[in-house]
């Protein structure tokens, strides 16, 4: 496990590049767009002079309707949608991709294996993408809640953020279904090596469940009770927390704290994770 880790992030670099050229002021906009029950899309914009058209991706378009629910915003009508980001292939992610490329029959649909719908262009870890003239993506490969699961790593100047899909949530992560505890750990522990203060994009609104979890699992932590707060006050959690907020609140990413280990009965860290997973899908 320690040392897929490290392969993995001794791939932590660009291996491919494609670029969409525009000139642009720096600084990305990135736009939460609830979908379905409880997902989120979202809209990764650069930035341009108000009337210009600026170019954009969407990840995880999660339904038919995606195309319609961004022509609704108000930014709708000056996107130039060169592209969608997927995480995983579930229809919860993808539904919209056939669709939009239908629509849109020059757009890139980027995912992580043939299993993505309507994918033009299957990325793997430490893949690079450009949008515009400042904005740098790196794919990250996060195996466990599917083979394919690729979160996404974005830079514009000192702006930092992570597209996480259904690997990290606020407070808690994905089901395995496609992986093993000590996949996800080494996935989680990936994610763990960005800046701190990248802020997590992830793909469901599940935070109030995983603050209940959280509670019975290190009840005096006053880093769970500020998520609690956060989670009180904003119905749109997207983008309200960092990688080093989840490195203090989220117990899936801390599977060598003494509190963690009492509460699961378990000591390695694989353990640990299984566990945890175990109690969160029985509440």
């Known amino acids: 496990m320690y040392l897929r880790l490290v392969r993995l992030q001794q791939h932590f670099k660009p291996l491919s590049l494609r670029r969409f050229h525009t000139s642009m002021t720096p600084k990305m906009k990135i736009i939460p767009v609830p979908i379905r029950s409880d997902n989120?899309?979202?809209?990764?914009?650069?930035?341009?002079?108000?009337?210009?058209?600026s170019?954009?991706?969407?990840?995880?378009?999660?339904?038919?309707?995606?195309?319609?629910k961004v022509s609704a915003l108000p930014e709708g009508k000056s996107l130039d949608i060169?592209?969608?980001?997927?995480?995983?292939?579930?229809?919860?992610?993808?539904?919209?991709?056939?669709?939009i490329a239908k629509a849109l029959p020059s757009a890139i649909i980027y995912g992580g294996s043939s299993q993505v719908r309507a994918v033009s262009e299957?990325?793997?870890?430490?893949?690079?993408?450009?949008l515009g003239d400042s904005i740098n993506i790196r794919c990250l490969a996060t195996p466990c809640h599917t083979r394919?699961?690729?979160?996404?790593?974005?830079?514009?100047?000192d702006q930092k953020a992570v597209f996480t899909g259904d690997t990290l949530f606020q407070g808690g992560c994905g089901r395995f279904?496609?992986?093993?505890?000590?996949?996800?750990?080494?996935?989680l522990s990936y994610l763990g090596t960005l800046p701190e203060d990248t802020v997590v994009y992830n793909g469901h609104e599940y935070t109030k469940g995983n603050v209940k979890f959280a509670k019975t699992i290190d009840p005096s932590n006053?880093?769970?009770?500020?998520?609690?707060?956060?989670?009180?006050?904003?119905?749109?959690?997207?983008?309200?927390?960092?990688?080093g907020d989840e490195k203090k609140w989220n117990v899936f990413m801390r599977l060598g704290d003494e509190t963690i280990k009492k509460a699961t009965g378990a000591e390695?860290?694989?353990?640990?994770?299984?566990?945890?997973?175990?109690?969160?899908?029985?509440?």
């Open 82 to 99: 060169v592209g969608v980001l997927t995480t995983h292939h579930h229809e919860d992610h993808a539904g919209g991709n056939p669709g």
């Open 55 to 68: 170019k954009a991706f969407l990840i995880d378009p999660a339904a038919p309707d995606a195309l319609d």
């Open 148 to 157: 394919d699961s690729i979160c996404y790593y974005v830079t514009d100047g």
């Open 268 to 283: 390695d860290a694989a353990a640990v994770m299984g566990k945890l997973r175990e109690m969160k899908n029985a509440m």
């Open 122 to 130: 299957i990325i793997k870890d430490g893949d690079s993408l450009t």
């Open 177 to 187: 279904f496609e992986g093993t505890p000590e996949e996800m750990h080494a996935s």
């Open 40 to 53: 989120y899309m979202y809209v990764l914009q650069e930035s341009k002079a108000v009337g210009e058209k």
């Open 222 to 243: 006053p880093d769970i009770g500020r998520l609690e707060e956060l989670c009180a006050s904003n119905e749109i959690m997207a983008g309200k927390s960092t990688i």
